[in-house]
């Protein structure tokens, strides 16, 4: 099982480490800031040693990274993993922008179920069984998560169950959510959002999340 650096320091873009294991063009290592698509967000973008990672894939608790045909890795190799934090840190601020969304969706609007959400690097989406306009009530979200990320809370993300990996994000007096992506430290990070509506279908939603930069 990969040690998950990601998880504890988000923030790290390069990280020294060793193959764990090889099996044709996939390896594992034994630490790992490179994450893998989970819960709609996408994969990080990167390389383990010189060669660039072109899949990341999530395999029980391990990750399993796939690089060029070619490679010379063997298991046991020193090697150093980086990751592109431009699309880190644009990935992680455009998940919490949506995970604060989708809270205050929640507490507005009464039975509204989400059936899909996926975090890129240009937007977040997040689709929704709802028979009414969305947009009508995006003032509220957007001033009620504005006021959120101007506060600037502390974001706190832990386990819930270390074992079994399981992890979560909490802020004080709004809400604690299961999750296992990667998280800001604070909310003030996440910038200044838009929503856009998106109808997808009939009794369907989708609310587009963008950053102003």
């Not at 996926?118 to 997040?126: C, E, L, N, S, V």
């Not at 990667?182 to 609310?207: D, P, S």
């Amino acid at each position: 099982m990969v040690e998950k650096v990601f998880w504890t320091n988000p923030y790290l873009t390069k990280l020294d480490t060793r193959i764990a294991s090889v099996s044709g063009n996939n390896v594992t290592v034994e630490q790992t800031i490179f994450y893998a698509f989970s819960g709609g967000q996408e994969s990080d973008s990167g390389s383990i040693g010189r060669y660039p990672v072109l899949q990341a894939q999530k395999d029980g608790l391990d990750i399993i990274y796939t690089v060029e045909e070619g490679h010379d890795l063997q298991a046991g190799d020193p090697v150093t993993m980086t990751i592109d934090w431009e699309r880190r840190y644009r990935l992680m601020r455009l998940h919490f922008a949506a995970e604060l969304v989708l809270e205050l969706a929640y507490k507005h609007l009464k039975g509204i179920e989400k059936i899909g959400a996926h975090i890129a690097q240009d937007k977040a989406r997040i689709d929704f069984v709802w028979a009414e306009n969305i947009s009508r009530a995006f003032p509220l979200i957007e001033k009620e998560s504005r006021e959120i990320i101007e506060a600037d809370h502390d974001i706190i993300s832990a386990f819930s169950d270390e074992e079994r990996e399981r992890r979560y994000w909490e802020i004080k007096g709004f809400s604690r959510v299961p999750c296992g992506g990667t998280h800001l430290r604070r909310t003030g990070e996440v910038g200044v959002i838009k929503l856009r509506r998106n109808n997808i279908g009939k009794g369907k939603e989708r609310i587009d999340i963008f950053l102003s930069e």
